[in-house]
């Protein structure tokens, strides 16, 4: 029992063994996408079969109202199969060697900046501490990596920590001799631009004597002589300035340009900085989304890449030197390392205070492992919002062509450029929308399956639910502003991996079909398919076994309890995927409510009333028919049975929700 | 309303660091209630993205405060970022405020200098 509950060790990319191999990254083939392109065919051909056959001989004509919805359920779980199957056709593996060891060697002051962005609503500022030293103390040099707290809940303890905090960090060793360094530097520059000064009324005088000994043909003398020759070295050097004092004015200039980046970078030591953007009141403010976006304008962040971390999700030192060589390619004709159009690299999310069981199911290692690897090799990795770097430019560019869509519109739209000129504002669910657009743009992200930051997951029901039913919302509501089937610029493959998700959030519909067909065959004897027998386990055997086998191989390596748990809650969610899309259509406004970090305590059963209706339905049925079989009335017992074993397959389903419904932390005494 | 136009003459590339000293500088002149600006951009050599929106900040900081913001001297690069922006028409001075520019003493004094990171 301890073995299946203990964490696999080896689900990412371990970074101990690193093979050696040309050039700084790679990529494959994920291991076993050949057997499960085998299996995936034969799936879906067999899938086909049954389908033909549930379509032309076994639709009960005689109850359609049942047959045609259940028919439909069939189909589109049918075509979600096909979309998921293309989506996994090409999933890769990454491996690179971090920021130190490529070759040729980028040297550290080629090193871009980056701003780590922290966001956070009404967390407590103890926990942002936690993720704001861990920000800091990322292995990266001290100059070029600043850590922004964007408190969007405006708290006086999280301003006073962040003013702790960065005061503490310039304390430390690595900051003090920072500054040192940089103190140096600057006392160097500053000598040299003195030393200068008191050179230029020299250098007038003597290029004005020789300017005379030249115009009088007095150049005999020796002094002369190495004078003009010493001139002329002196022009040699830099020929674009016409006498040595101009040369010495751009030196000064130079040099004065020198000690004010000097000066910068000094400034720059302060490394956590605070940044609560204004609210007021009656105004849009994008969530989120406006949150970084003023971070991005309101012209306090500089750096080149950005590293988005929720408030709770704590960064492994190794993260920028692990993630960052993805953003530069060597140009061998120049023997430089230049920008590509790599726009932001996603690492997995993990979490740290998952009860035994997770009961909730948040592990998501076949999302964050094959699912991302798949739409990676399709170029189309999703940015999920934490534990990401992005490319400012490429953001700001994308922001950009949006914003001036938004204001040939509207010219008010300028009022909230700041909130919505960047990250896509337009959603709830920003990150996949802002993924979508740099996507149309042409940019490239990649998929980096190495944990490198882990975070808290909700620990109630009720949270949990939120949160589920804003990613469902939000996803949906992509799709009917932007459809991603007719969104410019996106590529085929682009096109199916954006469907694909918006698609299975559809899912509700057939999942209450696949429910409630049982529960009405047993208290009405109404059955949706005319052959129950041997005709239907003949097709929908082979066909159900190999989507099994299918989806096994889609998840080695991860724990079977997980797949299950995974599986069990894509279908009891039913009610909350049904309500997305009702809330999406009729238009009702969506709000983006901050999932809570702190477990909210209760028991949630009016949470998941139409869950608990259908389970306790199904045993109602289950036991009628249990009752007309005993006393000899049933009718078909063949029927029954397949009937009673889908509805188990069904019940065991459901108990998922109801479970973490009643489910409590040990009390801790 | 100041009828002076303020002159900025910003100098190299407008990128992310430089953008922000500009920021400033437009601030304390909103501040100081000197809200008729305009940018010569004939010493910008180049302006990227973060340059580009430094401008609609500006703008959009000086059009709350009741004041304008135009652009002269504008090189074809980034004649071109505004047009793909479509913003080009949106830095202009409106016909009233271009007779103060004529009947201003142009001020030198706000030379300022980008330094090139």
């Known amino acids: 029992m301890t073995i299946l509950t203990s964490k696999p060790p080896s689900l990412y990319t371990s970074n101990k063994k690193l093979s050696v191999f040309p050039g700084n990254s790679r990529s494959f083939l994920r291991r076993r996408t050949m057997l499960f392109r085998y299996f995936a065919e034969i799936n879906l051909l067999l899938g086909f079969w049954y389908l033909q056959w549930r379509v032309c001989h076994s639709l009960n004509y005689d109850a359609l109202w049942l047959a045609v919805p259940l028919l439909l359920a069939e189909i589109y779980s049918y075509i979600g199969g096909v979309l998921f199957t293309l989506g996994m056709w090409r999933p890769i593996e990454r491996e690179t060697k971090p920021l130190e060891q490529m070759s040729p060697a980028l040297p550290v002051s080629d090193w871009p900046t980056v701003d780590g962005f922290i966001t956070c609503y009404n967390e407590s500022a103890t926990m942002v501490e936690t993720t704001a030293r861990a920000a800091l103390a990322i292995d990266y040099p001290v100059t070029k990596l600043i850590v922004y707290i964007l408190d969007d809940g405006n708290s006086p303890q999280m301003r006073e920590m962040a003013q702790r905090l960065c005061l503490e960090d310039m304390q430390s060793p690595l900051l003090r001799a920072a500054a040192k360094q940089i103190q140096t530097e600057l006392q160097e520059l500053i000598d040299r631009l003195e030393t200068l000064q008191l050179l230029i009324p020299d250098t007038h005088a003597a290029e004005k004597f020789l300017a005379t000994a030249i115009a009088h043909n007095q150049t005999e003398s020796l002094g002369t002589r190495f004078l003009q020759n010493f001139h002329q070295l002196l022009l040699l050097k830099e020929q674009k300035h016409a006498t040595v004092q101009a040369q010495v004015q751009a030196e000064q200039e130079r040099l004065k340009q020198a000690i004010l980046q000097k000066q910068t970078e000094l400034s720059g030591l302060a490394r956590c900085r605070y940044i609560a953007r204004p609210k007021p009141a009656g105004k849009p403010h994008h969530a989120k989304a406006g949150n970084i976006n003023y971070a991005i304008f309101a012209g306090e962040t500089t750096g080149k890449f950005i590293i988005t971390l929720d408030a709770d999700h704590i960064p492994k030192p190794q993260f920028l030197k692990h993630v960052l060589p993805y953003f530069v390619t060597y140009n061998s004709w120049n023997g430089k390392y230049e920008s590509n159009r790599i726009a932001l690299v996603q690492t997995p999310q993990d979490f740290s205070n998952l009860p035994p069981g997770d009961p909730y199911g948040h592990q998501a290692h076949l999302f964050y492992g094959p699912i991302q690897q798949g739409k990676d090799g399709l170029n189309s990795a999703f940015y999920t919002g934490t534990n990401a770097v992005l490319r400012r430019e490429a953001i700001v560019n994308t922001g950009l062509k949006y914003f001036a869509q938004a204001y040939a519109q509207d010219e008010t739209s300028l009022e909230e450029f700041d909130l919505i000129g960047g990250v896509s504002s337009s959603s709830i669910t920003e990150d996949m929308n802002t993924a979508m657009r740099l996507h149309a743009a042409g940019w490239q992200s990649i998929y980096h399956n190495e944990l490198l930051a882990i975070g808290l997951a909700p620990d109630d029901l009720s949270s949990t639910l939120q949160q589920r039913l804003r990613w469902a919302q939000g996803t949906i509501q992509v799709m009917t502003q932007e459809n991603p089937l007719t969104k410019p610029g996106l590529s085929f493959w682009q096109r199916l991996q954006y469907f694909q998700t918006m698609y299975s959030y559809f899912s509700g519909f057939a999942m209450a079909v696949f429910l409630i067909c049982p529960i009405v065959f047993f208290f009405t004897g109404t059955v949706p398919v005319t052959a129950y027998g041997n005709d239907f386990v003949r097709h929908f055997l082979p066909a159900f076994i190999f989507n099994r086998v299918t989806f096994l191989i889609i998840g080695w390596g991860i724990p079977a309890r997980e797949l299950w748990r995974s599986e069990q809650y894509a279908l009891s969610l039913f009610p909350l995927f049904i309500q997305a899309v009702w809330s999406v259509i009729s238009k009702r406004s969506i709000h983006f409510k901050v999932t809570p970090k702190e477990r909210q305590s209760g028991i949630y059963f009016n949470l998941i009333k139409p869950q608990i209706i259908i389970f306790g339905f199904t045993i109602l049925g289950m036991s009628w028919s249990l009752g007309l079989f005993i006393l000899g009335q049933l009718s078909d017992p063949l029927v029954y049975l397949i009937n009673a074993g889908w509805s188990i397959y069904n019940l065991s389903l459901l108990w998922s929700v109801i479970g973490a419904a009643m489910w409590q932390p040990k009390s801790t005494k | ?117």
């Open chain 2, 1 to 117: 309303m100041s009828s002076d136009v303020k002159v900025l003459q910003p100098v190299g590339i407008l990128n992310a660091t430089c953008a922000n000293k500009l920021h400033e500088i437009i601030s304390n002149s909103i501040q100081a209630k000197q809200t008729s600006i305009l940018i010569d951009c004939a010493g910008i050599e180049f302006m990227d993205s973060m340059g580009l929106s430094c401008l609609i900040m500006s703008l959009k900081k000086v059009r709350t405060a009741g004041g304008s913001l135009a652009l002269t001297n504008t090189n074809s690069q980034i004649r071109l970022l505004l047009e793909v922006a479509a913003l080009e028409d949106s830095f202009k001075m409106k016909a009233e405020s271009l007779v103060v520019i004529k009947t201003t003493n142009w001020k030198n004094e706000s030379i300022f200098y980008l330094e090139n990171l």
